[in-house]
């Protein structure tokens, strides 16, 4: 499987992006999207499973961040409101076809694209 991240980009504190992750055949997985920032772990921010019915946002971004998935374009996206300088950091998408309900930790996702870089200025 191939994952291609894009979306990121400059963007002031309070504004608004939409990061898309395009998947060479969506339909058998479960999606995430994860961030690191310079010096700190990767950290999951947000994910869906492969039905779309079961979704997860860490405490740092729920309420701001939606993920969805479109599986007639192959692409699952994360629309990102409210963006604070903390939001800044390299955004990857990784996908998982286990028979998980979700999964947490980076390497229990086996498939990932490159980053893309999101950065908020105060």
């Known amino acids: 499987v191939q994952l291609q991240a894009s979306g990121g980009g400059l963007v002031q504190a309070g504004g608004s992006l939409r990061l898309s992750c395009a998947i060479s055949?969506?339909?058998?997985?479960?999606v995430g999207w994860f961030r690191q920032a310079p010096g700190k772990e990767r950290e999951l921010v947000a994910a869906i499973s492969r039905s779309g019915s079961t979704t997860f946002y860490s405490d740092s971004v729920k309420g701001r961040f939606t993920i969805s998935r479109d599986g007639a374009k192959n692409t699952v996206y994360l629309q990102m409101n409210n963006l604070k300088p903390e939001d800044t950091a390299s955004y990857y998408c990784?996908?998982?076809?286990?028979?998980?309900?979700?999964?947490?930790?980076?390497?229990?996702?086996?498939?990932w694209g490159q980053g893309t870089l999101v950065t908020v200025s105060s």
């Open positions: 055949d969506l339909s058998p997985y479960a």
């Open positions: 990784a996908a998982n076809m286990g028979a998980g309900a979700m999964w947490y930790q980076s390497d229990e996702w086996p498939y």
